[in-house]
C-alpha cells in the first residue's frame, strides 16, 4: 500500500471526507510521526506497533571491490517492532504452504 491509496482508502471509508481533507490527514500523521522519531521518541500505536530508533555502533567494514578497510560511522536507525494483533492477523492469514 502507497501514501497515495491511503489516501484514497481513507477517503472512501469517510465519506465525510474530502479527498484533499484525507490528503491533509494522512500528511499530518506522517510529518507528526517523522518528527518525533527525529527527536529520538518512541512511537507506539496499540494493536498495530511501535517505531523507535536503534543506535547502530562505528564499525569497521570492507569494500567488497578493493578489499580495503572502510571505517562506518555511527547511525541512528528507525525500527518498526509489530503488535500482537498485528502479529497474530498476518499469521492467520498467511497461506498454508502444502508439502509435496
Known amino acids: 500500500m502507497t501514501r497515495s491509496d ?3 482508502a481513507l477517503a472512501a471509508r469517510f465519506e465525510q ?13 506522517l510529518d507528526a ?8 521518541r518512541r512511537i507506539e500505536i496499540r494493536g498495530f506497533g511501535s ?6 555502533p562505528p ?8 578489499g ?4 562506518i560511522p ?4 528507525p525500527h518498526f517492532k509489530p503488535g500482537k494483533a498485528l ?12 508439502p509435496d
Open 6 to 8: 491511503l489516501v484514497e
Open 17 to 29: 471526507l474530502t479527498h484533499r481533507d484525507a490528503e491533509s490527514a494522512v500528511k499530518a500523521i
Open 33 to 40: 510521526m517523522n518528527d518525533a522519531l527525529v527527536r529520538g
Open 51 to 56: 517505531f523507535s530508533i536503534n543506535r547502530r
Open 59 to 66: 564499525r569497521m567494514g570492507r569494500n567488497p571491490r578493493s
Open 68 to 71: 580495503e578497510s572502510v571505517a
Open 74 to 77: 555511527e547511525k541512528r536507525v
Open 87 to 98: 502479529r497474530e492477523a498476518v499469521d492467520e492469514s498467511a497461506p498454508s504452504e502444502d
